[in-house]
């Protein structure tokens, strides 16, 4: 079993910048793949973006690109979302995922989910 544990969600302005953490704990020398989803109040779970954890190959939903960045960090078993440019509707929580069999930004393979934290973005 993976346990995933988010952090780093706030209430921010418009244009402010915001990072958040995910650490993994349990069996993580089984995570293959880790991501960030978001799922905002009456709209359905999308993907953020998403790291393979040993070739660190990254992949981002189209609203985020260019703005915001994945990371990890192995040593901590940590991954990172640094968040730039923020607008309004990047307002959601956010969920920490991993995934033990192979790498992909299909959120019905990730077998492991955090509790999420909220992110909310003042106009």
């Known amino acids: 079993q993976v346990q995933l544990v988010e952090s780093g969600g706030d209430l921010v302005q418009a244009g402010d910048s915001l990072r958040l953490s995910c650490t993994a704990s349990?069996?993580?020398?089984?995570?293959?793949?880790m991501a960030w989803f978001r799922q905002a109040l009456g709209k359905e779970r999308e993907l953020v973006s998403t790291?393979?954890?040993?070739?660190?190959?990254?992949d981002y939903g189209d609203s985020v690109k260019g703005r915001f960045t994945i990371s990890r960090d192995g040593a901590k078993n940590t991954m990172y979302l640094q968040m730039n440019s923020l607008k309004a509707e990047d307002s959601a929580v956010y969920f920490c995922?991993?995934?033990?069999?192979?790498?992909?930004?299909?959120?019905?393979?990730?077998?492991?989910w955090g509790q999420g934290t909220q992110v909310t973005v003042s106009s």
């Open positions: 349990g069996r993580t020398s089984s995570i293959v793949a």
């Open positions: 995922a991993a995934a033990s069999q192979f790498w992909t930004n299909l959120a019905g393979s990730y077998e492991y």
């Open positions: 790291i393979s954890t040993d070739t660190e190959t990254t």
